[in-house]
């Protein structure tokens, strides 16, 4: 039993990105008299992960059919909308426009094409005309057209979940970070920087830190949180009409990232990006950013040199267009070469806290580890803040499993 003079919650969040905060408003739901606790390290909601992405709402276009990705993603882009149209949060279903700049790309198209079919999603084929028509200042050979695609300021949506959550009597702590955890038959007792409390049950949003949640209970996993920066910049106001939709290239299918786009933002902004640059820090969004328990624990990892191993040109790659611009800029020149050297403007660079394998495998698709009285989220990868309700339902369901089998 928990000592008398530890506080203790029924059941309690870690991580108050926007994944966290959709289970634990959802849980409230589920369980309306228990005591529910969420806990996050820093001063804020949706700072890490959810507040440095592209604020794109997803519609599902590259998601093998049948996996979680696609299922939360087309149920999560809904949930998104209607989310924002009950509390009044400004979103705009722009449609997306995937261009194909040449033959290989244009066969990659197809491929995506049948995929969006498979997935019941609503897309056209635009030739060169219909996408000259489209979008005046866009170059290429043929497009996808994707109009439930749209966009959004997540971390408005963090906001009104915290406020939901503590309205329905949630308790939330902000500037509390986990330092321990120690899990028996009858509790998970929880360090924290500031206090000691015990719960019953325990859900772990940890994001970039993931790996390190598990760790500290023991779970045996083979994975490990490997960061990758995503580096944006933002055009002049004078291109803010630049584009009517969001452009993005045809994508790799053997690399998880997407590619430079170009993306409209809810406050009416452009950016251009991002890349996928291997990361030295965990939680580094300056321009130089060194962590050395992060780089070790990289080093340490078998995964990490097989990664490196796997995909050395695309990392080579991309580490030299962080640094030289002009080979940053001609990703975006491909289909848009309106776009000069200096419209590049400085924007916040994001993390991606993407699960790696003991092989080197990237996971691409959700992934959960748990014990008798802890379930973690250990790879959220894009789509999660478009998918964070459907994913946060999912956590609901599973921990109640848990809860009724105990």
């Known amino acids: 039993m928990a000592n008398e003079q530890t506080t203790h919650f029924d059941i309690t969040v870690i ?3 926007i994944v966290g905060l959709s289970t634990a408003w959802q849980l409230l739901q589920r369980y309306p008299t228990y005591r529910i606790l969420l806990v996050e390290k820093e001063a804020e909601v949706g700072t890490h992960q959810t507040g440095h992405n592209s604020g794109v709402i997803h519609a599902g276009v590259y998601y093998a059919p049948g996996s979680l990705k696609a299922d939360f993603c087309q149920r999560g882009a809904q949930a998104t909308k209607a989310f924002c149209l009950q509390h009044n949060i400004d979103f705009d279903e722009c449609g997306k426009l995937l261009v194909a700049t040449n033959d290989i790309e244009h066969t990659r198209m197809e491929v995506l094409f049948q995929r969006c079919q498979e997935n019941n999603l609503e897309v056209y084929k635009l030739d060169q005309g219909q996408l000259k028509e489209r979008e005046p200042n866009v170059k290429g050979v043929a497009a996808l057209f994707v109009p439930s695609t749209g966009i959004v300021n997540y971390r408005r949506i963090c ?5 939901l959550f503590i309205s ?11 330092v321990a955890l120690d899990e028996s038959n009858e509790r998970v007792g929880i360090t924290l920087n500031n206090d000691v409390v015990s719960t019953s049950y325990l859900v772990s949003c940890g994001g970039l830190m993931a790996d390190r949640l598990t760790k500290m209970l023991n779970i045996q996993t083979d994975f490990q949180i490997i960061p990758f920066r995503g580096e944006y910049y933002r055009l002049p106001s004078k291109h803010n009409k630049i584009v009517n939709h969001l452009i993005y290239p045809i994508p790799d299918p ?7 786009h170009l993306t409209r933002m809810i406050d009416g902004s452009v950016t251009v990006g991002p890349n996928a640059v291997q990361g030295w820090k965990r939680e580094g969004y300056g321009r130089i950013n060194i962590n050395f328990r992060d780089i070790f624990d990289m080093v340490r990892f078998p995964g990490f040199w097989k990664l490196l191993r796997n995909h050395w040109k695309t990392g080579l790659t991309e580490t030299k267009n962080s640094w030289y611009k002009p080979g940053y800029l001609a990703q975006v020149r491909k289909y848009c070469d309106l776009v000069t050297l200096d419209d590049l403007q400085p924007y916040p660079a994001g993390i991606r806290a ?6 080197g495998s990237l ?3 959700f992934l959960f580890a748990q014990s008798a009285r802890t379930l973690h989220v250990c790879n959220a990868p894009s789509p999660a803040a478009t998918s964070a309700f459907p994913i946060g339902e999912y956590i609901v369901d599973k921990l109640d499993e848990q809860i009724t089998s105990i």
């Open 15 to 17: 991580g108050a990105g």
């Open 159 to 163: 906001e009104k979940l915290a406020e």
């Open 168 to 178: 329905k009597g949630g308790e939330l702590r902000l500037s509390t970070e986990v």
């Open 254 to 260: 053997d690399l998880p990232f997407l590619g430079v």
């Open 354 to 359: 993407q699960a790696v394998m003991n092989d």
């Open 363 to 365: 996971v691409h698709d």
